[in-house]
């Protein structure tokens, strides 16, 4: 079992940016693949970003593509989100999410992919 905790959340003005961390902690961080998905309030929780277990692959939502980064480093066992350009849409509370694959080039785009999650850190961002 893995366990992860967000941080770097906060509030923020339209065009800022800000860098989500994900930390993991329990297990090999190097054999999981990683999501990051958002939810605002009264909407479903979606998919943002997702990233193989060595980086090398990423994918991202179309409606972050271009300003969304999503990037790990597996000797820290941490993943982050580099978020540019935000926009008031872009406030949600944002998770993070683990897989465990044997696929070095495995992407999971959908919530029911993920068997382990985070708590969650909130983005504002103000117009």
């Known amino acids: 079992q893995v366990q992860l905790v967000e941080s770097g959340g906060g509030l923020v003005q339209a065009g800022g940016s800000l860098r989500l961390s994900c930390a993991a902690s329990?297990?090999?961080?190097?054999?999981?693949?990683m999501g990051w998905f958002r939810q605002a309030p009264g909407k479903e929780r979606e998919f943002v970003a997702a990233?193989?277990?060595?980086?090398?692959?990423?994918f991202y939502a179309d409606s972050v593509k271009g300003r969304f980064t999503s990037s790990r480093d597996n000797a820290k066992n941490t993943v982050y989100l580099q978020m540019n350009s935000l926009k008031p849409e872009d406030t949600a509370l944002y998770y993070c999410a683990a897989e465990l694959t044997y696929s070095g080039s495995y992407l999971a785009i959908r919530r029911n992919q993920y068997n382990y999650w985070g708590q969650g850190t909130q983005v504002t961002v103000s117009s």
């Open positions: 329990g297990r090999t961080f190097s054999n999981y693949a």
């Open positions: 990233i193989s277990r060595s980086g090398g692959s990423t």
